[in-house]
T-cell receptor
Framework: KQEVTQIPAALSVPEGENLVLNCSFT??????LQWFRQDPGKGLTSLLL?????REQTSGRLNASLDKSSGRSTLYIAASQPGDSATYLC???????????FGTGTSLTVIP | SAVISQKPSRDICQRGTSLTIQCQVD?????MFWYRQQPGQSLTLIAT?????????ESGFVIDKFPISRPNLTFSTLTVSNMSPEDSSIYLC?????????FGQGTRLTVV
């Protein structure tokens, strides 16, 4: 069974800092990996999708990398802003089936 | 992308009652997914809803407690039956569109 772990569980940084969130998964036979943002009590907003054949994806200040062989992905946030404060979740989809497996998330607080 | 409208966004219910959550997608999709997110935890898949057939439930979830309807390719409902305080969670519906997962805004349920 696929297990997804995110480190750290919580992170607090001053505004303007660059930061890295980590995601690891146990089964490298993945179809893709997706990073989401979740605001308190709300649904999930898709940030970046990385296909299994890709190494990284970028969107604005966000950059996600994927090392499938080592079972790791990172989300890099440049020049953090208070509006980036949220919980960030990664999810992997296996090659077989349609289920997504979610990590436990990293709660990010950006201090003005 | 896929846009999902989920309602209600939140509700406070008495124990022993039932609540039906609705999800409407702006495009036709084969499968819709229902997740539960308990306080402070990540997402757990409840069931996969296919149009024209019975939903497929994950281990620990049963149809009597979480009946699902899928009358067409753009709509699904999840009912939380005979609620107890342990059912207090965020419930989310999701679809996969071209391999990418999209979510509704979630239903925040509190059972008192």
């Amino acid at each position: 069974k696929q297990e997804v772990t995110q480190i750290p569980a919580a992170l607090s940084v001053p505004e303007g800092e660059n930061l890295v969130l980590n995601c690891s998964f146990t089964d490298s036979a993945i179809y893709n990996l997706q990073w989401f943002r979740q605001d308190p009590g709300k649904g999930l907003t898709s940030l970046l999708l990385i296909q299994s054949s890709q190494r990284e994806q970028t969107s604005g200040r966000l950059n996600a990398s994927l090392d499938k062989s080592s079972g790791r992905s990172t989300l890099y946030i440049a020049a953090s802003q208070p509006g980036d404060s949220a919980t960030y979740l990664c999810a992997v989809r296996r090659n077989t089936g349609n289920q997504f497996y979610f990590g436990t998330g990293t709660s990010l607080t950006v201090i003005p | 992308s896929a846009v999902i409208s989920q309602k209600p966004s939140r509700d406070i219910c008495q124990r022993g009652t039932s609540l039906t959550i609705q999800c409407q997608v702006d495009s036709q999709v084969t499968m819709m997914f229902w997740y539960r997110q308990q306080p402070g935890q990540s997402l757990t898949l409840i069931a996969t809803a296919n149009q024209g057939s019975e939903a497929t439930y994950e281990s620990g979830f049963v149809i009597d407690k979480f009946p699902i309807s899928r009358p067409n390719l753009t709509f699904s409902t999840l009912t939380v039956s005979n609620m107890s305080p342990e059912d207090s969670s965020i419930y989310l519906c999701s679809v996969a569109h071209r391999g990418e997962a999209f979510f509704g805004q979630g239903t925040r349920l509190t059972v008192v």
